[in-house]
């Protein structure tokens, strides 16, 4: 019987598994929270990281639009973990957790640690709260 390629789910576990703590106890705190945002958020790996989706019904959209890409975690730098949001500018954020101003429409939020991601939880669901309430159904 052939093997069965791991779900999702089993890839995003596996790549954590591999980090060192405190950033594999960091990431699987911000995966818990960003998953139970919504149930219509999903993961996969996607660019080499964790990444989450919005996996309901969307009104159809050229791929390269990135519309369904919520974010991604740029884990590859010892001192923080980056939140990449491809579509943040759409984002309404009071908070200041979102940065930058890139022309392609990404915004950024740094995350140093547990501590941090613990802090800034509220802002970080209200981010995906906002974002999920403006996608084209």
Do not use: C
């Given at each position: 019987?052939?093997?069965?390629?791991?779900?999702?789910?089993?890839q995003v576990t596996a790549y954590i598994q591999k980090l060192e703590q405190p950033l594999a106890e960091t990431?699987?705190?911000?995966r818990q929270i960003i998953?139970?945002?919504d149930e219509e958020?999903?993961?996969?790996?996607?660019?080499n990281s964790p990444s989450f989706y919005y996996s309901g019904e969307m009104k159809p959209f050229d791929p390269k639009e990135y519309?369904?890409?919520l974010l991604v975690l740029?884990?590859?730098?010892?001192?923080?973990?980056?939140?990449?949001?491809?579509?943040g500018d759409k984002i309404e954020d009071a908070s200041?957790?979102?940065?930058?101003?890139?022309?392609?429409?990404?915004?950024?939020?740094?995350?140093k640690n547990l501590e941090d991601?613990?802090?800034?939880?509220?802002?970080?669901?209200?981010?995906?709260?906002?974002?999920?309430?403006?996608?084209?159904?």
């Open positions: 019987m052939p093997k069965q390629k791991p779900t999702n789910q089993e990431i699987t705190f911000l998953l139970e945002t958020i999903a993961e996969h790996i996607k660019w519309k369904r890409d740029n884990i590859h730098r010892k001192e923080s973990i980056l939140l990449v949001f491809p579509t200041g957790l979102l940065e930058g101003n890139y022309t392609d429409g990404r915004r950024l939020a740094k995350i991601a613990k802090a800034k939880q509220h802002d970080l669901q209200n981010a995906i709260k906002d974002w999920i309430s403006k996608i084209e159904k």
